[in-house]
């Protein structure tokens, strides 16, 4: 598996991963999905398989300390072999940062504001594939 910056060309790849998982917001709009995953402070990523896209992820990071990992997925006959694991440490390494959060552990922070109680995870580096 190869784990490389996602490209304009992998963006087919890449819906059928989220169609897969009954995601309909990527594909339902392919220019704003260009559009987001090439944005200033976005880092993409993806795993590619014998020419197949089999993993994807995106990640939102200052440069420096914090970053967010927006979406992940594997393609399901390719997952439990480390691919979810290689496409955040390659994008973290990219992005730079010191962690990353996925959605929020202040939960009691959002436990005061109007909405869904959420559970939320920090990763830290370094990963091994
Ligand atoms: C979550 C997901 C991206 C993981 O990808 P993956 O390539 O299978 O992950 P890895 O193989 O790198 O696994 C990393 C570690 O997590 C463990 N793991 C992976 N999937 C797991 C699961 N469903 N339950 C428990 N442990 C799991 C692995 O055993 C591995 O641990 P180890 O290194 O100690 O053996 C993949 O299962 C997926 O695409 N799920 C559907 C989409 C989704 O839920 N995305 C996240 C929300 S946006």
Redesign the pocket.
């Known amino acids: 598996v190869n784990v490389r910056p996602y490209e304009h060309g992998d963006l087919e790849g890449v819906f059928a991963?989220h169609v897969a998982?009954g995601w309909p917001s990527f594909p339902s709009d392919p220019v704003r999905a260009h559009r987001i995953l090439t944005n200033p402070g976005v880092t993409s990523f993806v795993a590619v398989d014998d020419g197949r896209v089999v993993?994807f992820t995106y990640m939102l990071s200052d440069g420096e300390i914090q970053a967010f990992l927006a979406?992940?997925?594997?393609?399901?006959d390719?997952?439990?072999?480390?691919?979810?694991?290689?496409?955040i440490a390659a994008a973290l390494r990219k992005a730079g940062g010191e962690r990353i959060d996925l959605l929020s552990s202040a939960d009691e922070f959002y436990a005061h504001l109007p909405h869904h109680r959420w559970a939320g995870f920090r990763i830290y580096p370094p990963f091994?594939p």
Do not use: F, M
């Open positions: 991963l998982e993993g979406n992940i997925v594997v393609a399901a390719a997952r439990k072999q480390g691919v979810g694991r290689q496409l091994t």
